[in-house]
T-cell receptor, first 115, second 115 residues
Framework: SQKIEQNSEALNIQEGKTATLTCNYT??????LQWYRQDPGRGPVFLLLIRENEKEKRKERLKVTFDTTLKQSLFHITASQPADSATYLCALEGGGSSNTGKLIFGQGTTLQVKP | DTGVSQNPRHKITKRGQNVTFRCDPISEHNRLYWYRQTLGQGPEFLTYFQNEAQLEKSRLLSDRFSAERPKGSFSTLEIQRTEQGDSAMYLC???FGGGSNQPQHFGDGTRLSIL
């Protein structure tokens, strides 16, 4: 069966360190993978999108990698700050093609950055 | 860009009652998606529209659920004869164009509580 898995345990790190979050998937062949941030009581906010032919994508302090052989994406936040504390969700195309936009989300990993 | 707006933000109702939620997407976005999210889980896809046409419904969407997007603008999601298991956050998202290569812009959701 198709699955998307993220670390269900919260990740606690010290301010200034690099946070690394993992997204593993099985029985998917996504052309794209997206990462979102969600704060309590709010809707998800889009952060980054990476294509299957891209190994790495960067935006400011954020970096995403996409390994289609390992079926894994890693999400890094460098020089983390307490304001980065949130739940981070990865998402894949859940339809038969890449045209539906029907996203299937992982369960999210909660990041807590301590000052 | 005023963002995606959802109303009401919270709805408390008794089991068996009907409820209706509204979503106003970003005005130039032709795709509109509905998701449901329970505590500790990622959003689950329910249905989506391309302009006014409803293109796909999840198996999660029983016949008690109906969604509309008249004139391809705002959308409503109605739940009839609510049950305890319907308690969740209902999220709406919109995008310009379709496909998983487009970021989705989410509203802050309607939290439904069934007494």
């Amino acid at each position: 069966s198709q699955k998307i898995e993220q670390n269900s345990e919260a990740l606690n790190i010290q301010e200034g360190k690099t946070a690394t979050l993992t997204c593993n998937y099985t029985n998917y062949s996504p052309a794209y993978l997206q990462w979102y941030r969600q704060d309590p009581g709010r809707g998800p906010v889009f952060l980054l999108l990476i294509r299957e032919n891209e190994k790495e994508k960067r935006k400011e302090r954020l970096k995403v990698t996409f390994d289609t052989t390992l079926k894994q994406s890693l999400f890094h936040i460098t020089a983390s700050q307490p304001a980065d504390s949130a739940t981070y969700l990865c998402a894949l195309e859940g339809g038969g093609s890449s045209n539906t936009g029907k996203l299937i989300f992982g369960q999210g990993t909660t990041l807590q950055v301590k000052p | 860009d005023t963002g995606v707006s959802q109303n009401p933000r919270h709805k408390i109702t008794k089991r068996g009652q009907n409820v209706t939620f509204r979503c106003d997407p970003i005005s130039e976005h032709n795709r509109l998606y509905w998701y449901r999210q329970t505590l500790g889980q990622g959003p689950e896809f329910l249905t989506y529209f391309q302009n006014e046409a409803q293109l796909e419904k999840s198996r999660l969407l029983s016949d008690r659920f109906s969604a509309e997007r008249p004139k391809g603008s705002f959308s409503t999601l109605e739940i009839q004869r609510t049950e305890q298991g319907d308690s969740a956050m209902y999220l709406c998202a919109s995008s310009f164009g379709g496909g998983s290569n487009q970021p989705q812009h989410f509203g802050d959701g309607t939290r439904l509580s069934i007494l």
